[in-house]
């Protein structure tokens, strides 16, 4: 499998060198690349160690970037439009420093401290109106309401009530969580089976110890797939409303000031900033989830 990883690399790099001097002989070695990257990919799927899963992955987002280099350099792609992941690279290496900043307004300040409040405020709601039906039937379609509208609606209401900075992101992000885990965390609550009901009310259980040691449980799964949308809406949401007030720095006050700019290989930087943020955030709560809820037939082989 080594032998095949290096030989869709070298055969990569060579294309790659072959772009500035005959882009006719860069085609044909990049054909003979892609050939030999799908060929590595299928010797890879087919083993089950970790190694493996993960180097399925990473080898196709390289084969992705490397097409994308290839197609934008050889085919002269205006810069404008479409700029190669090498002059992103090279951005982002020049520009460190002020994408640091925006991450720490952005993520640390605005989607943290919105998404810990939208979700655990969403959770406690489902728990506290579990066997109210009336405030069930009230809530869910109002959900579905606030969960449809815009956010570019919601967002410049939050800056005029709560300023313009972290805190009315941070509002925003908790009209878009709250929602998702409310609906999500009620369905959970009602997922546990019959027969284990039957079973906890055999053994004389109350409402409470039926509750937490059957139905949360139960709601576990529901409650993660909550967790996990909201990973990217809180970042969406975040981003979007940086669009309408923020102070000097932010992920949505660079992509809107450097698109007026026309500094699009920054703007791309940004972007994979919040791709890897958002991948990131998104994979550490599967793994959360894959330890809490181990039991769960999703999970078994």
């Known amino acids: 499998m080594i032998v095949r990883v290096v030989l869709t690399l070298v055969l990569g790099m ?13 085609l044909a070695v990049g054909v003979v690349a892609v050939a030999a990257c799908i060929w590595a990919m299928g010797g890879l799927a087919r083993h089950d160690g970790w190694a493996a899963r993960l180097a399925v992955p990473l080898l196709f987002g390289v084969l992705l970037l490397w097409l994308w280099e290839m197609v934008t350099v050889g085919f002269g792609v205006p810069r404008i439009l479409l700029p190669p992941p090498s ?20 993520v640390i300040r605005s989607v943290i401290p919105g998404y810990i409040l939208g979700c655990g405020a969403g959770f406690l709601t489902a ?30 209401i939050m800056v005029m009530w709560f300023g313009f900075d972290w805190q009315s992101k941070a509002a925003v992000i908790v009209v878009m969580t709250f929602f998702p ?38 709601a ?13 809406l809180a970042l969406i ?22 698109v007026a700019r026309m500094n699009v290989d920054i703007v791309w930087a940004t972007i994979a900033v919040a791709a890897v943020v958002g ?9 959360i989830e894959r330890g809490a809820t181990f ?7």
């Open 14 to 26: 060579a294309a790659l060198a072959l772009l500035a001097v005959s882009p006719v002989a860069a």
């Open 87 to 106: 002059m992103i690279g090279h951005a982002f290496a020049a520009n460190i420093p002020t994408l640091i900043a925006d991450f720490q307004q952005t």
């Open 127 to 156: 728990v506290a109106i579990d066997r109210s039906p009336f405030l069930q039937r009230g809530l869910l379609p109002l959900g579905s309401l606030i969960s449809a509208m815009p956010i570019v609606g919601i967002a410049p």
């Open 181 to 218: 885990m409310l609906v999500n965390t009620l369905a959970g609550l009602q997922a546990a089976g019959a027969m284990e009901l039957d079973l906890m009310r055999s053994y004389a259980a109350g409402y409470g110890q039926t509750l937490m040691k059957l139905r949360l449980p139960a």
């Open 220 to 232: 576990l799964p529901f409650v993660f797939n909550a967790l996990k949308l909201n990973s990217t």
């Open 237 to 258: 949401g975040a981003i979007v409303a940086e669009f309408f007030g923020t102070p000097i720095v932010g992920m949505g006050f660079r992509i809107s000031t450097e």
């Open 279 to 287: 991948s990131a955030f998104y994979g550490i709560i599967s793994v």
């Open 295 to 301: 039991w769960h037939p999703s999970f078994r082989k």
